[in-house]
């Protein structure tokens, strides 16, 4: 559930029942005078209790009681309204995530998830790491859920020194697990971890309401938030990558071929179709698979033309990256006015956007938005948005954007450079920005100076910090530092204007006999594509002495021309 290895000792406390009921309550947002009077039983009926003062313990009840029965009135309101909408089955058959699906073929499917939510219960496992670190994993995956589409109505933390192999959960806390979806009215139950199939199964089989992970969570998130062809047919691969191994067969669709006596006896009537339904579905999900990955290796040479034509061009290259939701578009827009969507929201993008920006000294780059990371990234993403990630891998300098008001700032950090490791760009220079500073505690931002020597601390929401940043930007990205001396032929004229798209530092320009003397400043990787035209050795020695002739002349007429006549001293 944590990303820090920090394991649970044989030897350690484990926490109470109450200090993990805290944790899920400080992450929904919840009271702990609420939270510690309210439990509830088998059927779902409410009890108080109180550990404090009598009085507290009576105006906490008279408060439960009167907003029990507000939130009685309500319900019943809705259960007389509920005869208008689906029946109970079609209703259920809508819920958001059944087979990983976000396809909306049916106007009464948007109709129906804007007049109610798909109503979920939070699962997670503390293995490892500190109290803390579990609060901060459970509440992304309420914040993932919320993303979804979802209302978290309760959630359970459960320490363990390692997830149960049978239903991931220990017997009892997964009893108790059932008593909350039944006292919630919940559809759905999420785990914030990868399950096992035969883990689903059981923990569904225990809860009697769907249940899914949080893989299964994050690749819905992308499937709805994907606008681009690659986008989608990215997400959907990773949709059936992760599907494969989690087929279901039933009943007679398990059935085998089998012949005369090999049928056990059974004789005429034995056989079967010859392959179970399992076995299509998995043929059918391969085939769309091995189709899927064409069309994006298809589409991937649009992509690196783009990235070729930036490289022989010679501008230099940064990628925006970082955490999802940690303001990545809203710097982009800072910086180049791209009016790329911004949503308070993960995964709000998913296809990469490129911008043309340019340093205070008139230096050219471009800017790519990048799709957000986030804890535990399914490696199916990694490998579907691969040929988006390397957008990442050929910048010439990450901005790795990082929320500074998170709770773990530093959490978000190692999650990201996993990522950016997954994709071999840990050798390019990287640039922490500490975004949302208006909104940062100054100790963590102080924490996080001493932690993060190349940072730079900014609000793309206020401006703050923004110059500072271009200036860094200007300080890090490939800058010409290497002296050439040409001689372009008049016939290759279009050599000087490629200087200039190449952002060199022109020093002198001189016209010859033979064509155009140019000194300037280039990038290594220009000096190496202009060696036909470097001048060098005895021919440059006797040009810079002609050219020193010809200036000084040039220099001594203008003198001239200055000098008063003598009717005009007279």
Known sequence: MNSKNTPVSDTEKL?????????????????????????????????????????????SRRVLDTRAREISDVQREHSEYDGDQEDLAERRALRRTANLSTELEDVTEVEYRQLRLERVVLAGLWTEGTVEDAENSLRELAALAETAGSEVL???????????????????????????????????????????????R??????????????ALILDIFAQHAKSREGKAQVELAQLEYMLPRLRGWGASLSRQAGGRAAAGEGIGSRGPGETKIEMDRRRLRARMAK???????????????????RRNRVPSVAIAGYTNAGKSSLLNRLTDAGVLVENALFATLDPTVRKAQTPDGIGYTLSDTV???????????EAFRSTLEEVADADVILHVVDASHPDPEGQIRAVREVIAEVDA??????????????????????????????????????????ELKQKIADTI?????????????????IISRLHEWDAEIK???????????????????ASELSEYVLEGDLLEVLEEELAEAHALAEATASDSEQPSNSEAL
């Not at 139950?189 to 883990?199: K, N, R």
Request: glycine content about 6%; proline content about 6%; hydrophobic content about 35%.
């Open 15 to 59: 926490p109470s029942d109450e200090q993990l009921r805290r944790t899920v309550d400080r992450v929904l947002g919840r009271s702990q005078a609420a939270a510690s009077v309210t439990t509830y039983d088998a059927a779902g009926t409410a009890h108080h209790s109180d550990n404090s003062s009598s009085t507290h313990g009576n105006n």
């Open 372 to 382: 957000g990371f986030v804890r535990s990234l399914p490696t199916q993403l990694v």
């Open 508 to 526: 002198s320009t001189d016209f010859v006999s033979d064509g155009t003397f140019v000194v300037a400043l280039v990038r290594e990787d220009v």
């Open 426 to 467: 840990r050798h390019i220079p990287e640039i922490i920005v500490l975004n949302k500073a208006d909104a940062a505690d100054p100790f963590v931002l102080e924490r996080m100076r001493q932690r993060e020597p190349e940072h730079v601390i900014v609000s793309a929401r206020t401006g703050e910090g923004i110059e």
């Open 202 to 215: 059981a923990l569904e089989d225990i809860v009697k309401v769907k249940v899914i992970d949080r893989t």
């Open 292 to 310: 899927l990955k064409r069309e994006i290796a298809a589409m991937a040479p649009a992509r690196e033309t783009k990235r070729l034509n930036r």
């Open 478 to 494: 490939p800058r010409p530092s290497i002296e050439v001396k040409l001689l372009i032929p008049y016939s290759h004229g279009e």
């Open 154 to 200: 309760d959630g359970l933390v459960q320490r363990r020194l390692k997830p149960d192999p049978g239903t991931f959960l220990g017997s009892g806390k997964a009893l108790e697990l059932k008593d909350i979806v039944e006292a919630t009215g919940a559809d759905t139950v999420i785990v914030d971890s990868e399950l096992a199939p035969s883990q689903r």
